[in-house]
C-alpha cells in the first residue's frame, strides 16, 4: 500500500551516497534522480525511499514520531545495515535485537537526524 517515504536532506549528494552503501546489501539501488529528489528501491519493485532536498528551499528537519522502516528480508541483514549505518555516520538509537515477539529491530539516525528502522518480522 506504501509507495514511497521521502524524507528531507540538507546534501542531496552525501544522503544519496549514504543510502546507496547502506541499502546495497539488500540489492537497493536509485531507481530515479531528478536532481533535488532520487528514490531508492529494488529490482523486484515494492515501496521506494526517497530523500530531497525540501520543495521550499527551507531546511530540513526530521519530525518526532515519524520514522521510516526497512524490512530487508532477515536478521542477519537487519544486523549488517544497521552497522554499516553507523560506520557511515548514523547515530544509535537502539542496537539491534528482539523487541517483541516476533519482531527484531535496529534503529538510527540518518546523517540528517531522520529516524530510520531495519526490521525483520516472524
Known amino acids: 500500500m506504501i509507495a514511497y517515504a521521502t524524507i528531507g536532506t540538507a546534501d542531496i549528494e552525501k544522503s544519496k551516497a549514504f543510502y546507496l552503501a547502506v541499502l546495497a546489501d539488500m540489492g537497493g539501488s536509485i531507481l530515479m534522480d531528478i536532481g533535488r529528489l532520487a528514490a531508492f528501491g529494488t529490482a523486484n ?5 526517497a530523500v530531497c532536498t525540501p520543495y ?9 514520531g515519524n520514522m521510516v522502516s526497512i524490512a530487508p528480508g532477515s536478521k542477519e541483514l537487519v544486523d549488517k545495515l544497521y ?35 531495519f526490521c525483520n518480522f516472524g
Do not use: H, Q, V, W
Open 45 to 49: 519493485g515494492g515501496a521506494m525511499l
Open 56 to 64: 521550499n528551499g527551507e531546511a530540513p528537519s526530521p519530525g518526532n
Open 83 to 117: 552497522a554499516k549505518a553507523i560506520e557511515l555516520g548514523a547515530t544509535d538509537e537502539g542496537a539491534p535485537g528482539p523487541r517483541m515477539d516476533g519482531f527484531y529491530g535496529g534503529y538510527i539516525r540518518d546523517l540528517d537526524g531522520n529516524k530510520i528502522c
